[in-house]
């Protein structure tokens, strides 16, 4: 989960905190909402962009994304969110029509906004862009022992071995395994 100069590709907790509530500061409904959507679901910008009010469903909790990835044999996957967030879209939804989209703006608007509340956070380099809210979304389930195969199920992957990349990753477990055999260095 790093990049080419061995940059991090997802968010850490604190950084994780920070981004939430740059957002949650945000006067932007839209904006707020969009972004809450790819933090709360790890769904790809493109499949928070094609979201439709009919793919929200209010009653049960969850949005319906169709995986564009598999183009060939199109799924489709329901991720639970949370309250808050399902109260932001149904008044960004109030006089939509069932086939009208959430959120209607282009793609790089999209990017722009998140790089938006990337920055006021104070994040750059490789973590600070959508993707890493994918990034995010998969390693902090992981690191809360959530069975891979349901993260792979929430990411909308075809294959385990696409889920799998995201347990290399550098965490506190991780730390906490190290330093049970460095020695004690106290004077």
Same mark, same amino acid.
Request: one cysteine or more; proline letters at 5%.
């Given at each position: 989960?790093?990049?080419?100069?061995?940059?991090?590709?997802?968010?850490?907790?604190?950084?994780?905190?920070?981004?939430?509530?740059?957002?949650?500061?945000?006067?932007?409904?839209?904006?707020?909402?969009?972004?809450?959507?790819?933090?709360?679901?790890?769904?790809?910008?493109?499949?928070?962009?094609?979201?439709?009010?009919?793919?929200?469903?209010?009653?049960?909790?969850?949005?319906?994304?169709?995986?564009?990835?598999?183009?060939?044999? =199109? &799924?489709?996957?329901?991720?639970?969110?949370?309250?808050?967030? !399902?109260?932001?879209?149904?008044?960004? @939804?109030?006089? $939509? +029509?069932?086939?009208?989209?959430?959120?209607?703006?282009?793609?790089?608007?999209?990017?722009?906004?998140?790089?938006?509340?990337?920055?006021?956070?104070?994040?750059?380099?490789?973590?600070?862009? =959508? &993707?890493?809210?994918?990034?995010?979304?998969?390693?902090?389930? !992981?690191?809360?022992?959530?069975?891979? @195969?349901?993260? $792979? +199920?929430?990411?909308?992957?075809?294959?385990?071995?696409?889920?799998?990349?995201?347990?290399?990753?550098?965490?506190?477990?991780?730390?906490?395994?190290?330093?049970?055999?460095?020695?004690?260095?106290?004077?």
């Amino acid at each position: 989960m790093f990049d080419q100069l061995g940059e991090r590709k997802y968010l850490s907790r604190n950084e994780r905190t920070a981004f939430l509530d740059a957002v949650l500061k945000s006067p932007l409904p839209a904006e707020k909402a969009f972004c809450l959507t790819l933090f709360f679901t790890g769904c790809r910008i493109s499949e928070a962009l094609r979201l439709s009010v009919s793919s929200v469903d209010f009653e049960e909790r969850y949005l319906v994304f169709r995986t564009l990835k598999q183009r060939r044999h =199109p &799924k489709h996957r329901a991720i639970f969110i949370p309250p808050a967030l !399902l109260e932001m879209l149904k008044r960004q @939804t109030q006089g $939509k +029509k069932a086939h009208e989209r959430v959120f209607p703006f282009s793609r790089s608007t999209g990017w722009r906004i998140v790089k938006k509340y990337m920055t006021i956070a104070n994040l750059s380099g490789s973590k600070a862009c =959508p &993707k890493a809210l994918r990034h995010t979304y998969a390693i902090s389930y !992981l690191l809360e022992k959530t069975p891979i @195969t349901t993260v $792979k +199920k929430w990411l909308g992957h075809e294959n385990l071995k696409n889920t799998a990349i995201y347990l290399d990753i550098v965490n506190e477990e991780e730390y906490n395994e190290a330093q049970k055999i460095w020695p004690d260095m106290r004077d």
